[in-house]
């Protein structure tokens, strides 16, 4: 089903801009800002992340990162960011739009972190925001998915805000801190309507 594929294997996936914000893919040159902030935040992000592995805040397997994004973007199978903040070009966290799917479905599901320091003041909302017109314009995506642990009642407030609906519970869907975690399953279709 040809005509289902929309992007070009060989065109990069380009800046995306936002309300305060810049989402870019990552670059090597990446590496100490995001090692730093991902560092200074580990408290934070545990509860809502898989366990790090031992070596994940190394030169080395940033670079091995940054080759498995490459590779799944070629393939069309995800299309990561990094989120800068528009008045200073500040790493403040990381999107993405993971496990697309095309023929029948047109889907992908978005994951998505925030440093601590600029956590709570709108930043993923308008990555999000931002995100969802290119998933569903330039990819030609239909779907919009996504998951968070139930007492996850920020992540819960931003997706609502963003136009997603709620629309399961997944028991032990995600190995997250090392335990199977319970999800609360949201969606946005390519006609809902942006809020």
């Not at 309300?19 to 509860?47: C, H, I, N, Y």
């Not at 095309?102 to 999000?128: D, K, L, N």
């Not at 931003?158 to 709620?166: H, T, V």
Request: hydrophobic share 40%.
């Amino acid at each position: 089903m040809a005509f289902f594929r929309t992007v070009s294997l060989a065109e990069p996936a380009g800046t995306i801009e936002g309300k305060g914000v810049v989402l870019r893919p990552p670059q090597m040159s990446d590496f100490e800002e995001w090692a730093a902030l991902r560092e200074r935040s580990r408290g934070f992000l545990t509860p809502w992340e898989p366990t790090w592995p031992m070596d994940d805040l190394t030169r080395g397997a940033f670079r091995r990162r940054l080759k498995r994004y490459a590779e799944d973007q070629r393939t069309d199978q995800a299309y990561a960011y990094f989120i800068f903040r528009s008045a200073d070009r500040a790493l403040v966290g990381g999107l993405t739009l993971a496990n697309v799917r095309r023929g029948v479905a047109q889907a992908g599901s978005i994951g998505y972190w925030m440093g601590e320091p600029y956590a709570r003041r709108g930043f993923m909302t308008e990555a999000v925001r931002a995100l969802a017109p290119y998933a569903f314009a330039a990819l030609r995506l239909h779907r919009l998915e996504a998951a968070c642990i139930p007492t996850n009642t920020p992540s819960m407030r931003l997706l609502e805000s963003c136009g997603f609906a709620r629309e399961g519970y997944a028991r032990q869907y995600l190995c997250i801190n090392g335990l199977w975690q319970d999800h609360l399953l949201y969606a946005r279709l390519k006609d809902d309507p942006p809020r």
